[in-house]
């Protein structure tokens, strides 16, 4: 079963530009998660979707957004670049049953803005 | 609502040694807790998970976690440390309820030779 695959692995962007990083999860998981990972900051909860609709989302500026489409893959969207959002960005994959439910991250794209 | 709270930031082991990780969470409904390895430009790794199972949680690499409710704790532990332990180490608590998983800041464990 293939993983959680993030494209692209590293990228490097300057202020002002906008972004698109792109999250396919495993086959079957209809849930995905994205979070930031800075040092300063740890991981943080950016949003949630599933079954194309926006679940939940964490204390991010507008700037911020993503979408989910029919085939559950999801790109998570950064307009007007600034310094601080230089992070690892990590999409997580999930799934839910009765008894069990569980998280499988992707690698993450490094994002560096200058 | 959820929190977690890892209790070192860093720890220091030497090799063939125990490794004891800290985790204390909080939660209104029944939690899931989680630990996730992160190696040095890698991704999030799962460990172990708890899931209202059995309380003591075996996971890979020979790490174990046991679920306390009375002391709302989660400790990682490791009867001997291998030299490739060394990374980050990340408790995490979800419950169904919120939809939501929160991380806790991280310990980063060190092994000595």
């Known amino acids: 079963k293939a993983g959680v695959t993030q494209t692209p692995r590293y990228l490097i962007k300057t202020r002002g530009q906008q972004v698109t990083l792109s999250c396919s999860p495993i086959?079957?998981?209809?849930?995905v998660s994205w979070y930031q990972q800075t040092p300063g900051q740890g991981l943080q909860f950016l949003f949630e979707?599933?079954?194309?609709?926006?679940?939940n989302k964490g204390n991010f500026p507008g700037r911020f957004s993503g979408r989910q489409f029919s085939n559950s893959r999801s790109e998570m969207n950064v307009s007007t670049l600034e310094l601080g959002d230089s992070a690892l960005y990590l999409c997580?994959?999930?799934?839910?049953?009765?008894?069990?439910?569980?998280?499988?991250f992707g690698s993450g794209t490094r994002l560096t803005v200058v | 609502a959820q929190s977690v709270t890892q209790l070192d930031s860093h720890v220091s082991v030497s090799e063939g040694t125990p490794v004891l990780l800290r985790c204390n969470y909080s939660?209104?409904?029944?939690?899931?807790l989680f630990w996730y390895v992160q190696h040095p430009n890698k991704g999030l790794q799962l460990l172990l998970k708890?899931?209202?199972?059995?309380?003591l949680v075996k996971g890979i690499n020979g790490f174990e976690a046991e679920f306390k409710k009375s002391e709302t704790s989660f400790h990682l532990t490791k009867p001997s440390a291998h030299m490739s332990d060394a990374a980050e180490y990340f408790c995490?608590?979800?419950?169904?309820?919120?939809?939501?998983?929160?991380f806790g800041k991280g310990t980063r464990l060190h092994i000595l030779p």
């Open positions: 086959s079957g998981h209809r849930s």
């Open positions: 979707y599933f079954s194309e609709t926006q679940r």
């Open positions: 708890y899931t209202s199972a059995a309380t």
């Open positions: 997580a994959s999930s799934f839910w049953t009765d008894d069990n439910y569980g998280y499988t």
């Open positions: 939660s209104s409904y029944s939690p899931s």
């Open positions: 995490v608590v979800s419950d169904r309820e919120d939809d939501k998983i929160i």
